[in-house]
Each structure stands twice: as C-alpha cells, then as structure tokens.
Nanobody, 115 residues
Framework: QVQLVESRGGLVQSGGSLRLSCAAS????????MGWYRQAPEKQRELVASITTSGSTTYADSVKGRFTISRGNAKNTVYLQMNSLEPEDTAVYYC?????????WGQGTQVTVSS
C-alpha cells in the first residue's frame, strides 16, 4: 500500500502563486509515476501534471507555461509550482501515484483563486 499526504492548499489572488507538495510513504519502490489531478465543482476530475521516475513530464494544455511539476531528491515527494493562477484553477487538487498494481490518491486539498 501507498499513502499520499498533500500539503495544504489555500486562497490566492488571481495572478498569484502557490506550491503544493505530496509525500508518498509505504510500498513506494514500485511507483513509476506521480502526478496531480484536480476537480472543480460539477466537473470531472482531470489530469493537471504528472512526472515519471525518469523525469518525463506531462501537462494539461490549460496549465502549460504556468505550472511546473518536479520531484524531490528522495523521489518520494512531488511538487506542483503554480504561477499566474486564474480563477479557473479553483478546484480540489489530488495527488496521485501509480505502481504496477493500482493507483493511489491523496485526500485532496482545496485551491481557491479569487478574481
């Protein structure tokens, strides 16, 4: 099993920045990708960004050039640096990790961007 603990989100003004972190623990040796998803009210959960163990990254078109995903030196932590935030980025953000058996989710953290 893998446990994911996310940092607290918050309230930020439009144009501002926020960094989220997610720490994985447990059986982490088989994790091959970690990422962030988000879910806005009445919308489906969507991929924001992901990073593989080799460092390959994927971003949603809506966040390219504004968000950056990275991994810590210990490889069990992933960060999401969010710049130039917009009200449309308001959502609950979920950390995700996948190994060869299944996917795991964090508890979610609220990010609210005020206009």
């Amino acid at each position: 099993q893998v446990q994911l603990v996310e940092s607290r989100g918050g309230l930020v003004q439009s144009g501002g920045s926020l960094r989220l972190s997610c720490a994985a623990s447990g059986t982490i040796f088989s994790i091959y990708v970690m990422g962030w998803y988000r879910q806005a009210p009445e919308k489906q959960r969507e991929l924001v960004a992901s990073i593989t163990t080799s460092g390959s990254t994927t971003y949603a078109d809506s966040v390219k050039g504004r968000f950056t995903i990275s991994r810590g030196n210990a490889k069990n932590t992933v960060y999401l640096q969010m710049n130039s935030l917009e009200p449309e980025d308001t959502a609950v953000y979920y950390c995700n990790a996948r190994d060869t058996q299944k996917g795991y989710w964090g508890q979610g953290t609220q990010v609210t961007v005020s206009s």
